[in-house]
């Protein structure tokens, strides 16, 4: 039931929930690496996500210690699901490591360690040396654009940097690949975060430098 929810008001019986739970959880379990669970697994799993990919996915946060609630996506952000690329730093260390090789559809419960969330500092709402739990739902799975071979395949010139047009085609034959088109904002709209999270110097082309896929192997 609790994957049904739709607002932060219902994710707050959640929130209650996930308390029950913490107080059963032994210190074991929530020190030292990342714990999941596997809440539902949708039968067929015709891709799982891997470093690179392009994901989809709604993830609402919690404070291990107590179930408080400290970050609801479906109330940011018009409460739009998030894109972002896995394993590439744009979520946290713990979320990176704990959704691999999910199936879209799938639903999990990632418990992260302080070192692997928010440290000593914490941030915001949530205090330092902190275990946080997310609870995460995940829509769609697409071969991302932060992979070697995505770079190549969209970098049409082979100057070694991506223009607008070359990242937008790419996801254009992705969609399309698994039968799944989509209409033209939809495409603009994954593009834009793209741009707006790896283009740095802002000129509308992401060079390799800033792809970084030529230096770090994490990309």
Known sequence: ????????????????QLGLWSVCAS???????????????PEECT????????INAHYDGYLAKD??????????????????????????KGLDIGMMNMCPGEKRKITVPSALAFGEKGKGPVPPNATVVFEVEVFTVS???????????MDI?????????????????????GGKPR????????MADIFRK???????????KEYNIYEHDEL
Do not use: N
């Open 1 to 16: 039931m609790m994957w049904k929810l739709v607002s932060c008001t219902f994710c707050l019986f959640v929130s209650s």
């Open 47 to 54: 891709q799982r996500s891997k470093k690179g990919d392009l």
């Open 27 to 41: 210190a074991e379990e929530l020190d030292g690496e990342v714990k999941t669970e596997v809440l539902f697994k």
């Open 67 to 92: 179930g408080s609630q400290f970050y609801c996506s479906r109330s940011d952000k018009d409460g739009h699901p998030q894109w972002f690329v896995l394993g590439v730093g744009q979520v946290i």
């Open 198 to 208: 790896t283009d740095q110097d802002r000129d509308g082309i992401i060079s390799a």
């Open 143 to 153: 071969r991302g654009p932060r992979s070697m071979e995505a770079f190549g395949k």
């Open 183 to 190: 209409d033209d904002p939809f495409y603009e709209k994954i």
């Open 157 to 177: 010139d082979k100057d070694k940097s991506l223009t607008k047009a070359e990242v937008k085609e790419y996801l254009k034959l992705e969609y399309e690949k």
